[in-house]
């Protein structure tokens, strides 16, 4: 099984971003706890960090017929970009989206987001931690679709 794990703009500055906010956890932790949480469950990851909209969407597009779900922190696209959601409806794949702050206890702009109507579910709020559970989630799932096709 193969999950692709998508972090939007800004993430590459974790750990130096408004660490109240986003916690002082790097990128690369992230990245590490979430290849040890994939060892344990048995799934291969493909990892990309883009600042750029029309590269995220290239590298979803890409994932169709290969991979088997994608978790994504859309970052600021979250509230804005139509042609992201449109591009993971796209590849029809199982989507877990992830915010390491709780968006909904935050400004109104955050309280949208394009992605979550076509998530399977989303966490948010749970830190960096939060990867770790939409990733077992998204892997559950996507093992469940499998074993009834
Ligand atoms: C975020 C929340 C977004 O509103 C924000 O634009 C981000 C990070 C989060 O992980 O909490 O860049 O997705």
Same mark, same amino acid.
């Given at each position: 099984?193969? #999950?692709?794990v998508i972090h939007g703009p800004n993430l590459n500055l974790l750990g130096r971003r408004?660490? @109240?906010?986003y916690g002082?956890q790097t990128l690369a932790?992230i990245d590490?706890?979430?290849?040890?949480?994939?060892?344990?469950? &048995?799934? /291969? !990851? @493909?990892v990309f960090q883009s600042n750029?909209?029309?590269?995220l969407? @290239?590298? #979803?597009?890409?994932?169709?017929?290969?991979?088997?779900? #994608? !978790?994504i922190n859309p970052g600021g696209y979250t509230? +804005? *970009?139509?042609?992201?959601?449109?591009?993971?409806?796209?590849?029809?794949?199982?989507?877990?989206?992830v915010h390491l702050s709780?968006?909904?206890?935050?400004?109104?702009?955050?309280? =949208? *987001? %394009?992605? +979550?109507?076509?998530?399977?579910?989303?966490? /948010?709020? !749970?830190?960096a931690?939060?990867y770790? %559970?939409?990733? &077992?989630? !998204?892997?559950? =799932?996507?093992?469940?679709?499998? +074993?009834?096709?």
């Amino acid at each position: 099984m193969r #999950i692709l794990v998508i972090h939007g703009p800004n993430l590459n500055l974790l750990g130096r971003r408004e660490p @109240d906010v986003y916690g002082k956890q790097t990128l690369a932790d992230i990245d590490a706890d979430l290849a040890a949480a994939a060892a344990e469950l &048995d799934v /291969s !990851l @493909d990892v990309f960090q883009s600042n750029h909209e029309g590269e995220l969407i @290239d590298r #979803i597009q890409q994932a169709m017929g290969v991979a088997d779900g #994608i !978790l994504i922190n859309p970052g600021g696209y979250t509230h +804005s *970009s139509v042609a992201l959601r449109d591009a993971l409806a796209a590849t029809a794949l199982p989507i877990v989206e992830v915010h390491l702050s709780n968006v909904f206890a935050r400004e109104p702009f955050r309280h =949208h *987001s %394009y992605v +979550s109507p076509i998530a399977l579910g989303v966490v /948010s709020g !749970l830190g960096a931690r939060g990867y770790r %559970y939409g990733l &077992d989630a !998204l892997v559950r =799932h996507a093992r469940g679709a499998q +074993s009834r096709a």
